[in-house]
C-alpha cells in the first residue's frame, strides 16, 4: 500500500484547500487520472494520480486547507505499476497543473509521515503532527476533542481546522483567495510607499447604457500609452523600474470566494464590445471556480470598480511589482452653473494610489488627468 501526500504545485505554494474530490474510496486509478481539484494562491489546480492502483482511504474533504506533504490517499498500488515522478503542465484556461512530487511510505501503528519526509514515533495516545500541535495551540482548539483522520488516527492540521469550526463559534478560517488576500495585503503595506490622488469625470456626453468597466478600461489603456510611468514595475532591492510598453489590466471581481483579479493582457487589442466580452467569461469561471493561475499573473496597473457597491472615493491597494491601481467610484449626480442656471450632471469619483518610490506627483497627476479627459469623451 502506497500513500500520496500533497505534492509541491510550484511557486513556493506551501497550502492548497480541496476543491472537489474525483474519486471515492474503492475506485481504481490509472497513473496521471485527475483524483482532486485544488485551490491555491487563487487559481484552480488538478492533481493527478502518481501511480495506478485502488483507492483504500481519502483524506480531507472539500473546503479542507491542506499544506504540501499532508497525506491524500492511500492506494493498493496495482502490481505491473511502478512509482514514477512526472512534471506535467497545461495551459488550459481552466487549470494549471503544477510539478507533482510523491513520496513513497508504508504507514504502520507505531510512526506516521509528515511533511518534512522523517517518520515521527508517538510519544503519548494522543498522537498529532507537530505542525496541528503548534497550529491549535494558536488557535485555541482542545486536540482532546478531535479524532485524526491521519493514519492511525493521527491529528492533522485539516482536523485541527475542521474542529476550530466547531469549538469556536464565529471563528472562520481563511481559505483560498482571501488566505492569499491577507498576504498579499501585509506585503503591499510593509512594502509600498502608497499615495492617493482622486479627481473626478463628468460623464455628461455619454450616451445612455455606456459599459462602465469598457470605458475605464480603454481610459486607463491610453493614460497608460500618454504617462507610461504608471504601467510599471517596481522592484526596491535591485532599485529597477520595468515600464512596460504592453498594458496588461487587472480587473478586481468580487466573488463569495474573495478578491479575484483576473488580468486582461494586452488590453490595446480589444475594441469595447470585447472587453465585455472578456469580463462576462471571467466572471463566469470565477463563479465556477475554474480560473487557472496563468490568468491571474503579469498584470502591469490594476482596476478596481468599487462602486458598482458602494463608495465614492477610497485608498485603493497596489499590489507589487505594479505601481498602481485606479478606482471607480459610484456614479454621483451633482448641480453645477452653466451660464448662471444650475445643471444636473452625472459625475464618476476617482481614486488612484500609486507607489511613490516610482512615481512622481507629477506623472500621477498627469496620468489622471488623462484618464478624466477620456472618460468624459463621448462614445466613439
Known amino acids: ?9 510550484g511557486e513556493g505554494l506551501a497550502e492548497s484547500e480541496i476543491i472537489e474530490w474525483h474519486v471515492e474510496i474503492g475506485d481504481t486509478v490509472e497513473l496521471d487520472q485527475v483524483v482532486l481539484t485544488v485551490e491555491t494562491a487563487k487559481a484552480t489546480v488538478e492533481v493527478p494520480a502518481p501511480y495506478s492502483g485502488t483507492i483504500i482511504k481519502r483524506f480531507g474533504n472539500p473546503g479542507d486547507v491542506v499544506s504540501i506533504g499532508s497525506l491524500l490517499l492511500e492506494i493498493e498500488e496495482s502490481s505491473t505499476t511502478a512509482p514514477k515522478q512526472k512534471n506535467v503542465s497545461t495551459n488550459d484556461a481552466a487549470t494549471v497543473v503544477g510539478t507533482v512530487s510523491n513520496h513513497d511510505h508504508d504507514v504502520n501503528v507505531d510512526e506516521f509521515w509528515v511533511g518534512q519526509h522523517q517518520p515521527i514515533k508517538p510519544t503519548d495516545s494522543l498522537t498529532a503532527m507537530p505542525s496541528a500541535r503548534l497550529l491549535a495551540k494558536k488557535l485555541g482548539v482542545d486536540l482532546n476533542d478531535i479524532t485524526g483522520s491521519g493514519p492511525s488516527g493521527v491529528i492533522l492540521d485539516t482536523d485541527v481546522y475542521n474542529a476550530c469550526d466547531k469549538q469556536l463559534p464565529g471563528t472562520e478560517v481563511l481559505k483560498g483567495a482571501r488566505r492569499t488576500m491577507v498576504r498579499t495585503m501585509a506585503e503591499s503595506h510593509h512594502n509600498v510607499a502608497s499615495v492617493t490622488i482622486t479627481e473626478e469625470a463628468m ?12 470605458r475605464l478600461v480603454l481610459a486607463i489603456i491610453e493614460a497608460c500609452h500618454q504617462e507610461p510611468a504608471l504601467n510599471a514595475w517596481f522592484d526596491a532591492e535591485t532599485m529597477t523600474r520595468c515600464v512596460h510598453s504592453t498594458v496588461n489590466i487587472g480587473i478586481a471581481v468580487d466573488s463569495p470566494h474573495g478578491l479575484y483579479v483576473p488580468v486582461l493582457r494586452n488590453a490595446d487589442e480589444y475594441s ?10 471571467t466572471v463566469t469561471g470565477i463563479k465556477e471556480r475554474k480560473i487557472g493561475r496563468e490568468q491571474l499573473q503579469h498584470a502591469t496597473i490594476t482596476l478596481t470598480n468599487f462602486g458598482a457597491i458602494a463608495g465614492i472615493f477610497a485608498t485603493p491597494v497596489v499590489s507589487p511589482p505594479q505601481v498602481a491601481i485606479v478606482g471607480a467610484g459610484r456614479i454621483i449626480e451633482r448641480l453645477i452653473l452653466r451660464d448662471n442656471k444650475p445643471v444636473s450632471i452625472k459625475l464618476m469619483p476617482l481614486s488612484m494610489t500609486f507607489d511613490h518610490r516610482a512615481c512622481t506627483g507629477g506623472e500621477a ?6 484618464l478624466v479627459n477620456h472618460l468624459q469623451q463621448g462614445s466613439s
Open 203 to 214: 460623464l455628461e456626453n455619454w450616451s445612455p447604457g455606456e459599459d462602465i468597466t469598457s
Open 272 to 281: 469595447a464590445r470585447g472587453i465585455r466580452q472578456w469580463v462576462d467569461r
Open 365 to 370: 497627476a498627469r496620468f489622471m488627468k488623462i
Open 1 to 9: 500500500m502506497k500513500s500520496f501526500t500533497l505534492p509541491d504545485l
